[in-house]
């Protein structure tokens, strides 16, 4: 097969290009990844690309379902917070969440959200959907956004 020239014919045709990065891995993460891949660079590779499809399936799915004002309401939860996986990926660790934010701190009069309403959503959310959706919260306050443009930052729901 003679491919001379393919790439003027497909001029829409994209190439990835790769960058190599460096990080720090716990012993525990790396012995899993070299238990399902040949290395630990072919598993971060597999894992970070499948981590962002998984990301923005959720995101889709959940997109629309949210106020503004819930969506306030839940990403201030996240505030002062520690993300972490294992609890996050319970969907009912969210709702847990709302419910002391709501009763200690007042969380649904502050952003006059309807309480109830905003628990009937939470359950209707798969494990998936409500791990992501408290890990964008996270990231909110955590991640390149550092806790600004809080209305910019929900458009993405």
Known sequence: MNLSGACNQAPDLKFNIMTTV?????????E???SIFENT?????????TFLVLRRKALREIKGMFTISELHALIDIHNATIFDP???CISGALIASVEDANNFDGLCTKWG???D??????KR????QSFFLSFEC?????????GNNLDEFVKRF
């Open 32 to 34: 899993e990844l070299l």
């Open 22 to 30: 460096s990080t720090y891995l716990d012993e525990k993460s790396k």
């Open 117 to 122: 309403s905003l628990l009937e959503k939470l």
């Open 113 to 115: 959200v309807n309480f």
């Open 125 to 128: 959310l798969n494990d998936f």
């Open 41 to 49: 660079y072919q598993g971060l590779q597999t894992c970070t690309g």
């Open 138 to 146: 996270y990231a909110f306050w955590y991640g390149k956004n550092a």
């Open 86 to 88: 294992q609890v996050s």
